[in-house]
């Protein structure tokens, strides 16, 4: 037994001092190499090598800091903090990154420079020399189908993996990784641009974020430059201070943090417009959903908790992403169905119809109650600091359970040009407060409906020449024209009405 156990002491010491040894080795062989100016074409694998090689002498610990870890739903916050501290410190060129991958910064001139793929970076911590390494893995097999909501394949799991020395345990899983979080958190704070998300995927303009893409968000409107009446104005700039500002309130009332404005009003009415100036105002991003691309409830819901806090989603023209009468076309096909089996007439080629017809649906299945549950379900509460805006031309067509207070809190009807609103127009286009036409344009906007955009459009210059009095005038005579036409219109729905009684007299 003693033998036995002196042999593998022995054996031990024997692998421990081959190993030093290979250790010593390397070291003066990369000593040669350098002198040999031949660490350009090793550099990276040589220096991985060096630290594998001492790392069996002092096993690496490691940790893993994963996009999309333990079956969460959303980008882990430490993948993304640890992803903004590694992009300063390859920017700061710590740690001699040679492979880099390089993005779009928020200066125009300048490139946001992260590691490549298996690229490896090292750092220091009071003493210690840790390493991160970028890796990528292939999607899991069994986690979901190709396509996965809604988007183009999955893409490949993401993941950073940190290597520190035994004796740097304490140390590196205790204030490091703090450090880490808390230093990424300020470099995301201080680079922070606001983004345009859509779910629609990527066409290679847009960067791809999770299930979500984005582009940066540069709207130039402002309330400043939104035409409406200025009380109204003013409620709404209030209503978006007082819900900005009332973290604490929310909590005590025991309310999710969000907000939900519906805006309606007809085309070119400013509802658009009025989302990138209420964006600007808070200084949130924006998230524009298309409906129509969701697939199903399951991904709408994925969609909205990819969402990050300080951000409005959109819903644009929500009578026209969402079947609302859905329910009751579906009865009545069923009734036309019912008809038709008491006929006998039910054939093979209908059923084939009718299974044609439910796959072509299958496009979206997002279902009023779906989008219900989007708003103010449970999952609605998730984060925080989040405004839903829906907008429509139609808000009679909705249902009413949709926009009730407590889904859509805040209704803001956008309507035709006012005369306060116009001379606002004139002050922003033309920079004219008074003009004698001004009494003429009153006059016919009392008249005639037109909307903020036809009015604007007119108001801008279109040639060199053209000033405020040839713009003034060209409203004038557009105003007119509407007029004229409304009133022909208005005369030739007579003349039906009319037509239309003699003939009812006649039978
Ligand atoms: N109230 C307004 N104040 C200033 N500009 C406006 C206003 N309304 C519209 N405009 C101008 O008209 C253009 C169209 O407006 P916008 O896209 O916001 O209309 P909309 O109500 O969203 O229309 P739609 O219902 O068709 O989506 C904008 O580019 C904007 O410059
Ligand atoms: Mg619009």
Not at 264 to 279: E, F, N, Q, R, V
């Amino acid at each position: 037994m003693e033998a036995a156990a002196a042999s593998s002491l022995w054996g031990g010491l024997n692998s421990g001092i081959v190993l030093s040894l290979l250790a010593v080795v390397w070291a003066m062989l990369w000593q040669a190499l350098q002198g040999l100016q031949l660490q350009q074409y090793f550099g990276r694998h040589s220096r991985r090598l060096s630290r594998r090689l001492a790392s069996i002498l002092d096993p690496d610990l490691t940790v893993t800091v994963a996009e999309y870890d333990g079956g969460r739903m959303r980008r882990s916050d430490a993948f993304k903090e640890a992803k903004a501290y590694l992009e300063r410190a390859t920017r700061e060129a710590r740690g001699g990154v040679r492979h880099l991958k390089a993005e779009p910064d928020k200066d125009p001139d300048r490139l946001l420079l992260s590691m490549d793929d298996d690229e490896e970076i090292t750092d220091e911590f009071r003493g210690a020399t840790v390493t991160w390494r970028a890796c990528t893995a292939p999607p899991r097999e069994d986690s979901a189908p190709a396509y996965f909501w809604g988007r183009a394949p999955r893409a490949d799991r993401r993941f950073y993996r940190l290597f520190f020395a035994e004796r740097h345990r304490d140390l590196v899983l205790g204030d490091y990784l703090t450090h880490v979080r808390r230093e990424g958190r300020a470099v995301m704070v201080k680079n922070r641009q606001r983004k345009l998300f859509t779910n629609i995927s990527g066409d290679g303009s847009w960067d791809s974020d999770g299930v979500w893409s984005h582009v940066v968000f540069e709207h130039p409107k402002t309330f400043a430059t939104l035409a409406m009446d200025p009380d109204k104005k003013k409620e709404v700039m209030d209503d978006l201070d007082a819900f900005r500002n009332g973290k604490d309130y929310y909590a005590r009332v025991g309310k999710a943090w969000k907000r939900g404005y519906l805006l309606y009003g007809p085309p070119g009415t400013g509802k658009s417009t009025m989302i990138a100036a209420m964006a600007n105002h808070l200084d949130y991003d924006v998230y524009d959903i298309e409906l129509t691309s969701v697939r199903t409830n399951t991904d709408l819901r994925k969609l909205f908790i990819e969402t990050t806090s300080k951000s409005i989603i959109v819903v644009e023209d929500i009578d026209c992403s969402l079947d609302l009468t859905g329910k009751r076309k579906k009865k009545n096909k069923k009734e036309e169905d019912g008809e038709n089996k008491k006929d006998g007439t039910t054939t093979k080629q209908q059923e084939e119809d009718k299974e044609k017809e439910d796959e072509k649906a299958g496009g979206s299945k997002v279902t009023l109650s779906g989008v219900l549950n989007f708003i103010d379900g449970l999952w609605s509460a998730c984060g925080g600091e989040r405004i839903i805006v829906f907008t429509t031309n139609h808000v009679e067509k909705l249902d009413p359970a949709l926009i009730r207070r407590g889904r859509m809190d805040k209704h803001i009807e956008m309507s035709y040009c006012c005369v306060q609103a116009f001379k606002f127009l004139a002050k922003v286009y033309l920079d004219v407060d008074d003009h004698p036409r001004f009494d003429a344009v009153a006059a016919l906007l009392r008249e005639v409906d037109m909307t903020p955009a036809d009015v604007a459009e007119n108001l801008t210059p279109k040639a060199p020449g053209e000033d405020a009095d040839s713009c003034l005038a060209a409203l004038v005579e557009a105003l007119e024209k509407a007029k004229e036409d409304a009133l022909a219109k208005k005369a030739k729905g007579k003349e039906e009405a009319g037509s239309a009684d003699e003939l009812d007299d006649e039978e």
